[in-house]
């Protein structure tokens, strides 16, 4: 097999895409939704330093931040899980939608497996994949990174797929596949 050439792109069923958005981008909400509760944080205590008056006392101004942002620690979690939750629930009643279901795919070349959705983009390195899983229903494609993301493709929705093909080619170049 001429690996140089190698390309396959999968679309991704509602099954799949569910799956995807739970694996890889509820920590990424998560991320960004903590990031901009940062933000705000920093925005709000610039914005009360320059309104700090000269008659009030430094102190007392350090204090009352410091009050801030051990409350923003304390609550941080919770709200960032509440709104993570909701953005996630959002995404799940939005996949259900065909015109969305087209812009999920799984692009497979000799070097790379890239992710791609609405939501944002990943890539993995072939190197990265940490063990191979072919079962009756699905292929799993375990990839060894901080997050340890489980790649999964339906072998029962084979709308244009050529999934054997992609099998062949991680068996002959990547690793070696456990069946079960």
């Given at each position: 097999?001429?690996?140089?050439?190698?390309?396959?792109?999968?679309?991704?069923?509602?099954?799949?895409?569910q799956?995807?958005?739970?694996?890889?981008?509820?920590?990424l909400y998560?991320e960004?939704v903590?990031?901009?509760?940062?933000?705000?944080l920093?925005?709000?205590?610039?914005?009360?330093?320059?309104n700090?008056?000269?008659d009030e006392?430094?102190?007392i101004?350090?204090?009352?931040?410091?009050?801030?942002?051990?409350?923003?620690?304390m609550?941080r979690?919770?709200?960032?899980n509440?709104?993570?939750?909701?953005?996630?629930?959002?995404?799940?009643?939005?996949?259900?939608?065909?015109t969305?279901?087209?812009?999920?795919?799984?692009?497979?070349t000799?070097s790379f497996i890239?992710v791609?959705?609405?939501?944002?983009a990943?890539?993995?390195k072939?190197?990265?994949?940490?063990?191979?899983?072919?079962?009756?229903?699905?292929?799993?494609?375990?990839?060894k990174?901080?997050d340890?993301h489980?790649?999964?493709?339906?072998?029962?929705?084979?709308?244009?797929?050529?999934?054997?093909?992609?099998?062949?080619?991680?068996?002959r170049?990547v690793?070696?596949?456990?069946?079960m």
């Amino acid at each position: 097999m001429n690996t140089s050439k190698f390309s396959l792109e999968f679309e991704l069923n509602v099954a799949e895409i569910q799956k995807l958005n739970k694996m890889y981008y509820k920590d990424l909400y998560k991320e960004r939704v903590t990031i901009f509760f940062a933000l705000i944080l920093i925005f709000l205590i610039f914005l009360d330093f320059f309104n700090l008056s000269k008659d009030e006392d430094l102190i007392i101004w350090e204090l009352r931040n410091l009050v801030v942002i051990i409350l923003f620690l304390m609550f941080r979690y919770s709200f960032v899980n509440a709104i993570c939750k909701t953005i996630f629930r959002i995404t799940k009643k939005i996949t259900d939608y065909t015109t969305v279901l087209g812009k999920y795919k799984l692009n497979f070349t000799n070097s790379f497996i890239y992710v791609h959705s609405p939501l944002g983009a990943f890539a993995h390195k072939w190197s990265q994949i940490e063990r191979a899983v072919l079962t009756k229903d699905f292929f799993f494609l375990y990839v060894k990174d901080d997050d340890h993301h489980i790649i999964s493709i339906s072998n029962k929705f084979n709308n244009g797929r050529n999934i054997n093909e992609l099998i062949a080619f991680v068996e002959r170049n990547v690793i070696e596949i456990t069946k079960m």
